[in-house]
């Protein structure tokens, strides 16, 4: 395991709705990267947050927001849901600094949008 | 644009053969290449990693081989067993800090059979 936790484990939402993930990172980590994986394929990267503040995004809708807490825990928001949106949504935790390479996932938080 | 393409889409192998799965980048800024596993209902996790400056590593079973040349890596799993059945991805990104998103390839289903 690699410490990495998510919540909640899944959840059904209606088109149009907003939804809101969490991750709570490794233990020393300071950094929370998110990834959207749909079904068949592999993850793609939504937005990094680094010490509060987002550092670096993929190609997603504002629409597609975060958050990164003091204790380096992190949210993503979705609004205005559409059907697309259903995947496996992952956080992956790691602590940045020269050499420090290593990303760990959590098990992700499946998401369907009906 | 993908820009790590991985094949096959999936693998069939005997126990006691030999897996091979192969991929190919096209950003010649990577230069931190991991492989994950992922099993059905969990996050990936990180199986093992090179750096192109050497060709091969090694790590028990498993085996990178990367032609940075050819932008070209692949996994060698030997003495394949029942429990390696699962999807594998490979990833590259630029390996500063830690920071930088992970590219990840659409992923192959390995499944190894007694």
């Known amino acids: 395991e690699t410490g990495v936790t998510q919540s909640p484990t899944h959840l059904i939402k209606t088109r149009g709705q907003q939804v809101t993930l969490r991750c709570s990172s490794q233990?020393?980590?300071?950094?929370v990267s998110w990834y959207q994986q749909a079904l068949g394929q592999g993850p793609q990267f939504i937005f990094q947050?680094?010490?509060?503040?987002?550092?670096g995004r993929g190609n997603f809708p504002p629409r597609f927001s975060g958050l990164q807490f003091p204790n380096y825990s992190s949210e993503l928001n979705v609004n205005a849901l559409e059907l697309d949106d259903s995947a496996l949504y992952l956080c992956?935790?790691?602590?940045?600094?020269?050499?420090?390479?290593?990303?760990?996932f959590g098990p992700g938080t499946r998401l369907t949008v009906t | 644009q993908q820009q790590v393409k991985q094949s096959p889409q999936s693998l069939i192998v005997q126990k006691g053969g030999i897996s091979i799965i192969n991929c190919a980048y096209e950003?010649?800024?990577?230069?931190?290449f991991p492989w994950y596993q992922q099993f059905p209902g969990k996050g990936p996790a990180l199986l093992i990693a090179?750096?192109?400056?050497?060709s091969e590593k090694k790590e028990g079973r498993f085996t990178i081989s990367f032609n940075k040349s050819a932008k070209q890596f692949s996994l060698h799993i030997m003495d394949s067993q029942p429990g390696d059945s699962a999807t594998y991805f490979c990833?590259?990104?630029?390996?500063?800090?830690?920071?930088?998103?992970?590219?990840f390839g659409k992923g192959t289903r390995l499944s190894v059979i007694a």
């Open positions: 992956a935790s790691s602590l940045a600094g020269p050499g420090r390479l290593v990303q760990y």
């Open positions: 233990s020393g980590h300071n950094t």
């Open positions: 947050y680094y010490r509060e503040e987002e550092n």
């Open positions: 950003n010649t800024a990577f230069d931190y």
């Open positions: 090179i750096r192109p400056d050497v």
């Open positions: 990833a590259a990104t630029i390996g500063n800090s830690g920071n930088t998103p992970l590219v």
